[in-house]
């Protein structure tokens, strides 16, 4: 049998990947997800160029001397004025052996995140418990509603699953899947709270709630159905851009039918993401959608949900989306980079340059590299072993070591070699892989976690008294602020900021302005030249510049969500103007 592994970039799939025996990254056709083949990231994985050597103040230096000033910078640094920066380049758990010493050291570390904590908050509030919805039940359902998520670029070893299914795509941009959808309602963005409660409003109407399942799990759901009748249906159907035929037509192909409803980021990178998500779920509890086969409203999962960790925790945190690093003497970043990926990156570039010492430990130089004392090269995830979960299923695969290298150095012996420094004890890396693989059961040849529901909450929910909790308070209060909405979607040749980086701004054909055209793009926090692209799947107030693109970050503000303190790049609205 060949040797296998486990890709690391953050995203649902967790491709189980084999090298070939001309050293070539392969799908593997035995597992379920995969189905034998990668993406554009991992087929050209090798081709993209690495940090090679460690640099300190960018003069080349060896590995034995840059972990020596590492460990003096940190033994002659306050613990409270030290921060432990970790980014999502690779999702492996053993890039939390870092966490094991900065935590024993009494570091600050980041609490919230970048990505999808608003979401997750308001599941959270709902259900008690995020679980993933796998593709096994995906599979199940007669009818898919994709709700603000684009699996052709983010999830591609899904589109298999939704062949031959009826598809509902909710989503302000025309997307691959909307081409061929049965139904694609263009909403205007930021509106899917009121889309949301309309919905259930009107399938209370229609007397096609799962009266069982609230008599069982949602008692409270007479009081959710009077909030959503304070919204008036025509004056929010205009504001959102829906019509009520719209509305009709999704209610006809849903009815008495297996529905998932499949969430992704692009509904909560505002400020109310969590309430967004709350509805959604309340729409997918009024329905009846959760413990069953076939059914399911399925966001990003918390792919750590279950398990145990061989590693200290981090307890002093700061928010992550509006650190201020100035207030830091010694800052330790891993495995990210803030300064393209945080909001507001004119404010983080600044703070960031009157920070202390400034340590990178990444693959791939960036705009957090440029900016840092000491660079430490990683390894691939070729060339350490590492356990995977998932925030799309319930997988927990093994990341075996498939290449020996000389190049950088693992984020296990770099922890090791600190505890080591500050006589702070750490489990072997044997220990620390054992504890993982004590937590798997193999199933048809894939590894899974332990004690995973077969369906997501076949047994009730996870809240105080067992029953979905249904949002009770929404805020429509709205800026009205003038301006194109930005959109900041993924683009399918970059991870974020890995790879091959998107660039411009992408505006409506009738936009005003021609393909090429150097505009200032601004909003309240700044602005940033670039060069215009013409895309037709825009609705005509909307721009897209896709997350990853440099200097994007400088048009999104330091805010946090109302609840989960998540990022929230779409919140600001943006000009366009001629240069
Ligand atoms: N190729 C590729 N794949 C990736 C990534 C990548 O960078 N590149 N990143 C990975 C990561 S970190 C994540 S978190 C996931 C995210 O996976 P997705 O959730 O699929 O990511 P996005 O592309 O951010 O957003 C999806 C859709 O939301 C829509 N959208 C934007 N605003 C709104 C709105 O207000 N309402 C509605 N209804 N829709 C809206 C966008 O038009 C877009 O089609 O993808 C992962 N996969
Ligand atoms: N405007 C806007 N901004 C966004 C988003 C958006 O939608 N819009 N999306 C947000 C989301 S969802 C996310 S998840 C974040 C992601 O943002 P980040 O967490 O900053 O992730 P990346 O941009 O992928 O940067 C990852 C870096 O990790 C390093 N790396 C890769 N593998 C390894 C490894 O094995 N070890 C170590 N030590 N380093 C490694 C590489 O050098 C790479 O440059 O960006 C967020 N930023
Ligand atoms: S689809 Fe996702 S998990 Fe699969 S190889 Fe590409 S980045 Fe990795
Ligand atoms: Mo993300």
């Known amino acids: 049998m060949s040797q296998t592994t486990t890709c690391p970039l953050d995203c649902y799939d967790a491709c189980r990947i084999i090298i070939d025996k001309n050293g070539k990254l392969k799908g593997d056709d035995t597992h379920p997800i995969t189905q034998g083949y990668l993406c554009p990231h991992l087929n050209h994985y090798d081709e993209f160029e690495r940090i090679l050597v460690p640099k300190y103040k960018g003069k080349t230096i060896s590995l034995e001397e840059a972990m020596e000033i590492l460990c003096n910078t940190l033994q002659s640094s306050d613990p409270a004025k030290t921060l432990f920066y970790r980014g999502s380049g690779n999702i492996g758990l053993m890039q939390r052996s870092s966490d094991h010493f900065f935590a024993g050291m009494g570091a600050i570390g980041t609490r919230g ?14 259900r008690g418990i995020n679980y993933a919805l796998s593709p096994g039940i995906i599979d199940e359902a007669e009818v898919v509603i994709v709700w603000g998520r684009n699996p052709h670029v983010t999830h591609s070893h899904l589109l298999g699953t939704l062949k031959n299914k009826s598809i509902i795509v909710i989503d302000p941009v025309q997307t691959q899947l909307a081409k061929t959808a049965a139904l694609h309602i263009q909403i205007k963005p930021h509106c899917d709270l009121q889309l949301a409660l309309l919905l259930s409003r009107f ?112 307890h002093k945190t700061v928010p992550k989306p509006t650190i201020d690093f100035s207030a830091f003497n010694t800052v330790f970043i891993q495995g990210g980079n803030p300064l393209g990926q945080m909001p507001n990156s004119g404010k983080v570039t600044d703070e960031f340059g009157r920070a202390g010492f400034k340590i990178y430990f990444g693959l791939y130089e960036n705009e957090t590299s440029q900016e840092c004392d000491l660079i430490l090269p990683a390894k691939t995830f070729l060339e350490k072993e590492d356990v995977r979960s998932s925030y799309g299923d319930f997988t927990l695969q093994k990341m075996s070591k498939l290449r020996d290298s000389k190049i950088g150095i693992s984020e296990y012996d770099l922890a090791s070699a600190l505890c080591n420094r500050f006589n702070l004890s750490i489990p072997t890396q044997q220990e620390c892989l054992e504890f993982f693989y004590d937590q798997m059961v193999s199933k048809d040849g894939v590894d899974y976690k332990k004690n995973m ?41 970059s991870l974020n900021s890995q790879f091959h980086r998107p660039s411009g701004v992408h505006l409506h054909p009738q936009s005003g302005f021609e393909i090429g055209d150097m505009v200032m793009v601004s909003s309240k926090n700044g602005s940033i030249k670039m060069s215009v692209y013409h895309d037709e799947r825009l609705r005509i107030d909307c721009a897209i510049i896709y997350a990853g693109t440099r200097g994007l970050n400088n048009l999104t503000p330091s805010l946090l969500s109302y609840e989960g303190e998540n990022a929230v790049y779409q919140e600001n609205k943006i000009k366009v103007e001629k240069c």
């Open 453 to 493: 529901p077969d369906i997501p909450y076949e047994n009730g929910f996870e809240t105080d008294n067992g029953e979905f909790e249904f949002i009770d308070e929404i805020d429509l209060s709205y800026s009205g602020e003038e301006g194109l909405f930005l959109l900041t979607p993924k683009a399918a040749r």
């Open 113 to 126: 995140s970048l990505c999808d904590g608003a979401g997750e908050a308001g599941i959270i509030e709902g």
């Open 203 to 314: 399938v209370v109407i229609e007397g096609s709630q799962d009266k069982d399942f609230l008599e069982e799990y949602g008692n409270d759901y007479q009081d959710f159905y009077e909030l959503t009748q304070t919204l008036r249906i025509k004056s929010t159907l205009e504001s959102i851009d829906v019509t009520l035929g719209q509305i009709g037509s999704l209610l006809e192909l849903i009815r008495d039918k297996r529905t998932v409803v499949l969430v992704g980021t692009g509904v909560q990178k505002y400020r109310n993401g969590a309430e967004v998500l709350r509805a959604i779920d309340a729409f997918g509890a009024i329905l009846g959608l959760f413990g069953k086969a076939g059914c399911g409203v399925g966001f990003l999962g918390s792919s750590t949900q279950g398990l145990d960790f061989p590693f200290r925790t981090l």
